[in-house]
Structure formats: structure tokens, C-alpha cells
């Protein structure tokens, strides 16, 4: 996903798969997202950031799913595999529920506030956001986080439920996941010595990335 950058210089999707982060071979987790979009059940929904459609492709049965990114490259084969799929935001349809997986660290603070005031515009009344990223405090995702030139910066869960609310959003759900601490011997180690000192008082640190499920609120309903 490339919504900070208007005219990027060379494709993330051609990139991402000379560094093994391709759709197709990375670890994308999508079990834990589909099984939030079924337990939603939106009779339209939008992966936003979509890449060539993976997810798309992996939730078909859950309602009708569209895709936007402004990867041309990932676009078009997306549009090759038959696949809802554009870059234009204007043609993006009214829809229930929006899904954004790893692309907010795409974006700077005033980007990621732009999009979300669009995401508030186009879902219905109600309508949910799932936003998936890194999370800051993990020494493990963050060992390779700027790796990916597009990276802007992290966001901590804590930070965008803040910038959420800002546009109209409440906090339905917070959850962590893909644990990548403790099975590491050293690591717990690490961990207990820091809990001792009151060093790492936050079990989510364990926690490489998080998920933020968000719900639409009418203007000035959402909490401060």
C-alpha cells in the first residue's frame, strides 16, 4: 500500500517479492481477520491496502469484497484474477466493514487521520474497521520493521484509539497476536528481569502485532 506516496517510485508489490514479504509466501495471518469479517457478517466489505487481493480472495464467500490500493502493479493483477479491485477511491462503494492490514505504518499522522475520515465517510452507519499492525513495544517486530522502505512509523494501540476517536471512532476490541517473545528462551529470561524492575509492565509487549476493531459513531459520539 502506497496511500503517503502519490506517484512512488517503483512498485511495493514488485519489491516486496525480491525480499520474501510477497502476499503469496509472507505469514499473513488471515484466519483471526476472517473469522471477525464471518462473525460480522457485512454484506459489503473493503480491504483497504489490498495488494493483488489475497484476502479478497481468501474471505469470497463473506458478502461481496472490494479492494483499493494505489499499487497499479498489484491492481492490475488483482484485476487478472478476476477480483473487485481499484485505485480509484471514488469508486469504492458504501460499505459495512473495512478491513486495514499492516498498512497504517504506511502512513504519516496526518495521511492515517485523511484516510480514516474517508473510511468514516464510506462505511454505513455502524460499520466496522479492523486495522492489523505492528506493535511498538515488541523488541521483535520492530527488529525488522524498517526494513520496508514505505514505513513511516509504528503506531502503538494506545495511539490510534486516540486518532480514531478523533474521526468518529470507538474502540470495540483490542486484541494481540502473533506471540514472539516468550517462546524465546533468552528473551523470557530478558522478560522476567524487567518485570522485576517494573520495566515491561505490559503483557502485550510479549505481542508482535495487534488487531483494532473500531466501530462507526455518529458525530460527536465517540469517546474521549
Given at each position: 500500500m502506497t496511500a503517503n506516496t502519490p506517484d512512488p517510485p517503483i512498485s511495493w508489490y514488485e519489491e516486496a517479492s525480491h525480499r520474501q514479504q510477497h502476499e503469496?509466501?509472507?505469514?499473513?495471518?488471515?484466519s483471526e481477520v476472517l473469522a471477525i469479517l464471518r462473525e460480522s457478517q457485512p454484506q459489503r466489505w473493503l480491504d483497504f491496502g489490498c495488494s493483488a487481493g489475497a484476502l479478497i480472495q481468501q474471505g469470497a464467500g463473506i458478502g461481496e469484497p472490494y479492494g483499493f490500493d494505489n499499487d497499479e502493479v498489484a491492481v492490475q493483477v488483482g484485476r487478472e484474477r478476476g477480483l473487485r479491485v481499484t485505485s480509484n477511491w471514488d469508486e469504492v462503494p458504501q460499505v459495512e466493514f473495512i478491513t486495514a492490514l499492516d498498512v497504517v505504518e504506511h502512513l504519516t499522522v496526518d495521511a492515517l487521520i485523511?484516510?480514516?475520515?474517508?473510511?468514516?465517510?464510506r462505511l454505513a452507519e455502524g460499520g466496522r474497521?479492523?486495522?492489523v499492525t505492528a506493535n511498538p513495544a515488541n523488541p521483535t517486530a520492530m527488529?525488522?520493521?524498517?526494513?520496508?522502505w514505505q514505513h513511516q512509523r509504528p503506531y502503538g494501540p494506545n495511539c490510534l484509539i486516540g486518532l480514531a476517536a478523533t474521526v468518529g471512532f470507538e474502540t470495540e476490541r483490542l486484541m494481540f497476536r502473533q506471540q514472539r517473545t516468550l517462546n524465546k528462551p533468552f528473551f523470557r529470561l530478558v522478560r522476567k528481569a524487567l518485570m522485576a524492575i517494573g520495566l515491561w509492565p505490559d503483557p502485550?509487549?510479549?505481542f508482535a502485532s495487534y488487531m483494532?476493531?473500531?466501530r462507526k459513531v455518529a458525530a460527536g459520539g465517540a469517546h474521549d
Open positions: 503469496d509466501v509472507r505469514e499473513t495471518g488471515f485523511a484516510w480514516m475520515k474517508r473510511w468514516h465517510e474497521a479492523l486495522v527488529s525488522t520493521f524498517w526494513d520496508d502485550g509487549n510479549d483494532l476493531l473500531l
